[in-house]
C-alpha cells in the first residue's frame, strides 16, 4: 500500500487525518446534490410578512395525498391508507367491498375486483414490499402483500397497511370488507 501523500512526495499521510478528511468531502457533495434544483432558483424568497404563508396560525393550504381507510377481518380492524393515483381513487369510488382472498405464492392474499381499476399514470410494473397494497393489472385483483415480492409488470402499488401478521395468518378464502375510514 503507497502511503505517500502524491502532493508532498517522501511524506508520508498521517494516520487518522486522511480517512475524517474524506468522510468530511462525501458527505459536502451529497449536501451539495441534495440542494440541485434544475431550472429553478438558487434560492427561496421568504413570504413577505401578513401572506398566509408567513402567519402560523393560517390553515394549512396543502391537503393530504393519501386517503386512510381500513381492512376488517374476523373482527379484527386493521388501519391502512390509499395514495393519490388515479387507481387508488377508482377503488375509492367502489368501497366499501367485501372481498374473498386467496393465498397466491406464500407472499401475498388476492381477490378479484368487482371492476377494472383506472391505469392513467401507473407504471408498467414494480415491486411489492410487505405491507403494500397493490393492484394486478392483469388480473384485475386487489393484493395485499405481506413478503417481498420482486419487479413484476402489472404490479400498481397503491397504499400500505399496517399488520403483515393479520393477513399472512389468514386462511385461504378469508372474507375481508376494506373500506373508507372515518
Known amino acids: 500500500m503507497n502511503t505517500r501523500n502524491r502532493f508532498s512526495p517522501g511524506k508520508a499521510l498521517r494516520p487518522g487525518v ?4 474524506l468522510v468530511l468531502i462525501a458527505t ?9 434544483n ?3 432558483s438558487a434560492y427561496t424568497r421568504s413570504p413577505s410578512p401578513g401572506s398566509p404563508a408567513s402567519d402560523p396560525t393560517a390553515a394549512p393550504t396543502a391537503t393530504s395525498t393519501t386517503t386512510p381507510i381500513f381492512i376488517e377481518l374476523q373482527g379484527q380492524r386493521i388501519a391502512g391508507e390509499l395514495d393519490g393515483s388515479a387507481t387508488s381513487a377508482s377503488l375509492l369510488a367502489q368501497l366499501p367491498l367485501t372481498l ?11 381477490s378479484q375486483l368487482p371492476a377494472p381499476l383506472d391505469l392513467e399514470g401507473a407504471p408498467e410494473g414494480s415491486e411489492a414490499a410487505p405491507l403494500t397494497i397493490g393492484y394486478y393489472a392483469p388480473a384485475q385483483s386487489l393484493v395485499l402483500y405481506y413478503r417481498h415480492v420482486g419487479y413484476f409488470n402489472g404490479i400498481v402499488p397503491i397504499g400500505t397497511y399496517e ?3 393479520a393477513i399472512e395468518n389468514q386462511m385461504h378464502g378469508f372474507a375481508a370488507t376494506i373500506g373508507k375510514a372515518d
Open 18 to 21: 486522511v480517512v475524517p478528511a
Open 28 to 36: 459536502a457533495i451529497a449536501m451539495a446534490g441534495c440542494n440541485y
Open 38 to 40: 434544475p431550472g429553478g
Open 100 to 110: 374473498a382472498f386467496r393465498d397466491h405464492g406464500g407472499q401475498e392474499k388476492l
Open 163 to 165: 399488520n403483515t401478521d
